[in-house]
């Protein structure tokens, strides 16, 4: 047993998943005293201190609360009694300015929400389909979280179909994250989300920017890229491999390269982008699926909402691309 809080302590984990009583807007983490019930930690301590990616997973209220799913969405059938995300608490067992200051990544994953650890704080980057943000959320919690970019979560997760994880994981279809503006002679590369696990996957991220240049040879010869990078994760002992193939695609293609948010991806590619009609006009539906398509992190509800304030008039129901490129730089402003 000894030698196995050793391997903790010594950082032998990649990953852990723990579960987590109360959290703070430091993200500071109480697991021990919850009321008039005092538990000992065991090994939360340990396992939280070393490992490099750190998932706290629990409800997100607590006394009777009752969650269902319907029609691929989340429903809140009964409310707990107590807050779990609180102004303070009694016991730190996990700190998040430590955690910070040693770069772990951190997330705290509950049923309709998921924050991460920023060294501002506690951000709010994910919610649940069906989830009210403010009502189910927001009043919710005993403090505001920082929110920049408050996203959906995939829907699969609510669907009963399979969600295909491995071939999620492990296939990369370069096709649809590649997107070429002539006027602006620019290459959107999208590796928003992209977890690179092996060689191969290094080679068809290369390969696939390679082979649209060799299919449009009289085209250009080097075009400005903006890369896409939130979200995305490289094995450590790849690291070296996948920044050399980064490389010879910046001497052999680019003449000069800038790497962005989902935001700035997302504002900057719409702006140029080639496929816009400005007569054309989009249902509030098709309006949401266009904003995902493009990268843009958006809830469905928020995309409704501010679809509902632009409204054609003479076209109830529908917006403009106009109306579209406004509702991105709302978006995504600084």
């Not at 997100?60 to 799913?69: D, N, Y």
């Not at 429903?75 to 910070?100: L, R």
């Not at 979560?153 to 370069?174: A, G, H, T, V």
């Not at 539906?285 to 909402?305: D, N, P, R, Y």
Request: charged share 25%; net charge neutral; with cysteine.
């Amino acid at each position: 047993m000894n030698q196995q809080f050793d391997f903790y302590n010594g950082g032998g984990l990649d990953v852990c998943f723990l579960g987590m009583a109360q959290v703070d807007p430091k993200g500071d983490v109480n697991v021990t005293r919850v009321g008039p019930m005092l538990k000992g930690p065991g090994g939360f301590i340990d396992i939280t201190q070393s490992t490099k990616r750190v998932n706290l997973v629990g409800s997100f209220t607590a006394g009777g609360l009752e969650v269902g799913v319907k029609d691929g969405k989340l429903v809140i059938v009964k409310e707990g009694k107590s807050k779990k995300f609180v102004k303070s608490i009694p016991e730190v067992c996990f700190s998040g300015e430590n955690a910070n200051s040693r770069k772990q990544l951190v997330h705290y994953i509950t049923e309709r929400a998921v924050f991460k650890l920023t060294p501002e704080g506690l951000e709010l980057i994910e919610i649940a389909p069906g989830i009210d943000l403010q009502t189910q959320v927001l009043d919710q919690m005993e403090f505001k979280p920082i929110m920049k970019n408050v996203r959906l979560m995939n829907p699969k997760i609510f669907r009963p179909e399979r969600m295909k994880l491995l071939e999620s994981l492990y296939s990369l279809d370069m096709k649809t994250r590649l997107h070429y503006s002539q006027s602006a002679n620019t290459l959107y590369v999208d590796l928003h989300g992209v977890s690179i696990t092996s060689p191969d996957q290094i080679a068809t991220v290369e390969a696939a920017i390679q082979g649209w240049f060799d299919a449009n040879p009289t085209q250009v010869k080097k075009v400005s890229a903006f890369v896409n990078y939130d979200g995305f994760d490289c094995r450590e002992e790849l690291s070296s491999d996948f920044t050399e193939a980064a490389k010879r695609l910046q001497t052999n293609y680019y003449g000069s390269v800038r790497r962005v948010s989902s935001a700035g991806f997302a504002r900057h590619k719409l702006a140029n982008s080639i496929d816009m009609v400005l007569e054309s006009q989009y249902t509030f539906e098709e309006a949401f699926h266009l904003l995902q398509s493009i990268g843009l992190k958006v809830s469905q509800q928020t995309c409704l909402s501010l679809c509902a304030q632009r409204e054609n008039k003479a076209s109830p129901g529908t917006v403009t691309s106009e109306d579209i490129k406004a509702m991105v730089l709302e978006l995504t402003r600084d």
